[in-house]
């Protein structure tokens, strides 16, 4: 997992022991530390949706959904209660901002995009800027065959969302297996 709160302005991600490891913009100047490649994907987030925080994860559930969903562009659910930990997002015609206006509810349809991964993940940046622009609702993105990233106001509300999407993704692989239709009509 690595995760990258801007406000802080640190980044962090597991070391050698598996401890969280905090690297100031300072030491980065000092070229002690290599920044991580996901850098344009973070801040490609945190300017097109103002975010406080953005996790990436190569969580086995997100990528397994990219897997059995091959053929899809999104993923979708609804009718689940954890859907109500995700924000509902729109877009404000005044500010142009993307902002949050209350949360998902159960019976609302949760959409995440899937996007193709590339063998690096800076070439992703611009794929990644025309998903955000296309899906000002959603608070992730699934990246095939290789994970998540998930955003939010700071870095608990990421973590919840982080949460929340993960047992989503759980529980639509598990519907899968047992033929139960993701959308409920």
């Known amino acids: 997992m690595f995760v990258a709160e801007l406000p802080d302005k640190f980044l962090r991600g ?11 913009q300072d030491l980065a100047r000092n070229f002690k530390y290599k920044p991580s490649a996901c850098t344009p994907l973070f801040l490609s987030i945190y300017n097109l949706r103002d ?15 990219t897997v059995i969903w091959e053929d899809k562009l999104e993923f979708k659910i609804n009718h689940m209660e954890q859907i109500k930990a995700i924000p509902k997002l729109e877009l404000n015609p005044e500010t142009g901002k993307i902002e949050k206006v209350g949360s998902l509810q159960n019976y609302d349809t949760m959409v995440i995009p899937i996007v193709d991964n590339t063998p690096q993940e800076e ?16 608070t992730a993105v699934l990246v095939r065959r290789h994970g998540i990233h998930v955003w939010g106001e700071n870095i608990w509300k990421a973590k919840i969302y982080n949460e929340a999407i993960d047992y ?4 639509a692989i598990k519907m899968h297996q047992n033929g139960i239709p993701l959308i409920k009509e």
């Open 51 to 65: 975010a406080g925080a953005v996790i990436h994860t190569h969580s086995q559930n997100a990528v397994l959904a």
């Open 168 to 171: 989503l993704l759980e529980l």
């Open 14 to 24: 597991p070391n050698e022991d598996n401890e969280k490891q905090q690297i100031s």
């Open 123 to 138: 070439d992703l940046t611009d794929t990644l800027r025309e998903t955000l622009n296309k899906y000002p609702g959603a």
